[in-house]
């Protein structure tokens, strides 16, 4: 094992310690010689370790303080995708902390042990420590921001943060939050990002998605409360509403499925209509999934389902249902006139005709006839 970082690094090609430079927004230090940047990266990655691991979270930490603690025995310690996700792995070699070796059949990594030391000793902070638990709780709640609205851009996410949390006057704590979102985007495979937005994982299309939202800008964000969107953070999804327990409680009363395969189920249609999906692709997948006793067993599912549609919180829709925006359209809705008009219905449309028309006018009901031609003398 290295015990000195500094001949850890120069074990780095010059290419190799120009990626750690990058890594970590090193500025200033591009044109010095490999050895000459070899010092430079020694002192200013100790002097900034502390700062960085504040970004991180206790799963990281954990991490950190299982590879000190076993390598005291041990030169390489193997780990699995248990132990620390993949891309959090190549983050930590990204900034030249971990050394990596790989096999056909395992993983192991190693830090030298007075970078390590140094870590121990940060870790036993209590500053430290309360900051990390505040990062999780941070990292939940931008995870449920997540769920709840599929994409947000830097300035929604500051936003978001200053409406629940209350933090104007306080920079620093927006600063942190971003660096913090930003840390779980290159750990883990909660958080995406795509031309400056975060992105919930499970977003299909992201630009189509940013499109869909710009789209609709007369719809103001929906608010839920904090306790809600750090239970959707915990979950990876909002808490199931009252229609969407009935529905879930009929999948497994009416069919023979596992608690398991119904969550599968109620998840796939929560992320297919979230998407945007059509609702017949939807219909289509489960109709060839399930098994109906007759045709009035399926026509009350599916309206059932098609409840569960208008009960479920978009994306699209900025975090509302459907049922929502449309109550919230029927109260802008302007009532006809009293006096002065009669309606007249033709199928689905309704066509609203004054009561005096000349017989030449071009006829209200939009055919394009003059109104003799058309209908006068019908009503």
């Known amino acids: 094992m290295y015990q000195n970082y500094k001949e850890f690094l120069a074990s780095y090609t010059k290419s190799d310690l120009t990626k750690i430079r990058q890594y970590w927004n090193f500025s200033g230090i591009s044109q010095l010689n490999k050895s000459e940047l070899v010092d430079v990266l020694d002192q200013k990655i100790r002097e900034n370790l502390r700062e960085w691991m504040g970004y ?6 954990d991490f950190f303080k299982k590879i000190i603690k076993e390598q005291q025995q041990i030169d390489w310690l193997e780990i699995t995708p248990q132990d620390i996700l993949p891309p959090a792995l190549d983050n930590y070699h990204g900034h ?3 050394d990596i070796k790989d096999t056909e059949t395992e993983r192991s990594v190693r830090i030298p042990a007075d970078l390590a030391a140094e870590i121990a000793e940060i870790i036993t902070y209590s500053d430290f420590q309360e900051k990390i638990k505040n990062n999780d709780r941070l990292l939940q ?4 921001l997540l769920a709840y609205y599929g994409v947000l851009s830097i300035m929604q996410l500051i936003e978001f943060y200053d409406f ?5 006057t306080e920079p620093e704590k927006f600063y942190h939050f971003l660096k913090l979102i930003n840390e779980a985007f290159l750990n883990t495979f909660d958080i995406e990002y795509f031309d400056h937005y975060y992105l919930y994982s499970g977003v299909f299309n992201p630009e189509e998605m940013i499109r869909e939202i710009k789209m609709r800008p007369q719809i103001n964000y929906y608010h839920p409360k904090k306790k809600d969107i750090l239970y959707a953070g915990k979950h990876d999804r909002e808490k199931l509403n009252f229609t969407q327990q009935k529905f879930r409680k009929k ?3 009416d069919f023979s499925l596992s608690k398991d395969e119904v969550e599968e189920i109620i998840w796939t249609m929560m992320l297919d209509i979230k998407n945007d999906r059509k609702t017949i692709e939807i219909i289509q997948e489960l109709a060839d999934r399930l098994e109906f006793d ?4 399926a026509q009350d599912f599916f309206q059932e389902m098609n409840e ?3 009960n479920t919180r978009l994306w699209v829709l900025k975090g509302h249902t459907p049922n929502e925006i449309m109550e919230e359209e029927r109260k802008h809705l302007r009532p006809l006139p009293k006096k002065g008009y009669k309606s007249r219905s033709r199928g689905d449309e309704t066509v609203v005709k004054e009561e005096k028309v000349g017989r030449n006018d071009p006829c209200p009901c939009g055919s394009g006839k003059k109104y003799k031609k058309c209908c006068l003398g019908k009503d």
């Open 96 to 98: 030249g902390i971990i």
């Open 251 to 253: 999948l497994l009363k």
């Open 141 to 144: 709640f931008a995870r449920g």
């Open 164 to 168: 629940y949390f209350e933090v104007e």
């Open 294 to 297: 007759h045709f009035d067993q």
């Open 308 to 310: 569960f549609h208008n």
């Open 56 to 61: 991180q979270s206790s799963k990281e930490i």
